[in-house]
Every structure is written in C-alpha cells, then in structure tokens.
C-alpha cells in the first residue's frame, strides 16, 4: 500500500522557515514527478511546487524564489523549504506523487495519482 506522511508543520512568525518532508512508502517514487499542493481555509486547493522525474521544476509565482522543493532518491523522500513566509502562506500542505514514472512536474493535481494527508502551517505573529 502506498503512503504519503507528510511531516515538518507548525507554527512560525512572518517572515521565518520552515522545512516540511514527505516521506513515501509501498512503492519506489525515485523516477516520479514529486511535488506540494496547499488547501487554505474557504480557498480552493493550489498548486505550490514539483519536481519533474529528472531535474526539472516547477512553482507557482506566488512562492518562487521564496520555497524550494528539493528530493532524497535514495530515501524516497521529497521536502519543502519554505523561507520569507507570509501569513497568506497558512494552509494545509499535501505532498503529492505521479502514479507513472518518467512524468514531468505540473500544477494539475489529477495528474497526480497519490496525495499525502496533509500538514498544517500557520504563519502569525
């Protein structure tokens, strides 16, 4: 059975870090497309960051330059270094896996077949 946990959450000022990480199991993602969506209260769920299957990657404007996505083959891990956070980063934040290898990084979430359960980050002062 494939699992997502996420982990690395919590609370932090404006202007602060975090490093959330996914760690996958049941099945070896080290040649998948691997990446982070965010859901906020009453908001749709967006798109954040994605490692495509070689090096490519992908961000959203509203995080470039602030949040990197970087992965662990070997571990079959994927992080989320958040850095300059704002308080309109507070949200969920789901990692996210390609169910077929060699895909490419993308912002629609179908394209990705497995969905962590989430972590919550809440940027306040």
Known sequence: Q?????????LV????????????????FSQHAMGWFRQAPGK?????????????????DSVKGRFTVSRDRANNTVY?????????DTAVYYCVA?????????????????RGQGTQVTVSS
């Open 2 to 10: 494939v699992q997502l946990v996420e982990s690395g959450g919590g």
């Open 13 to 28: 000022q404006p202007g602060g870090s975090l490093r959330l990480s996914c760690a996958a199991s049941g099945r070896n």
């Open 44 to 60: 749709a769920r967006e798109f954040v960051g994605a490692l495509s299957w070689n090096r490519g990657s992908l961000y959203d």
């Open 80 to 88: 989320l270094q958040m850095d300059s956070l704002k308080p309109d």
């Open 98 to 114: 390609d169910r077929h290898p060699y895909g490419l990084a993308t912002f629609r979430m179908y394209n990705y077949g497995y």
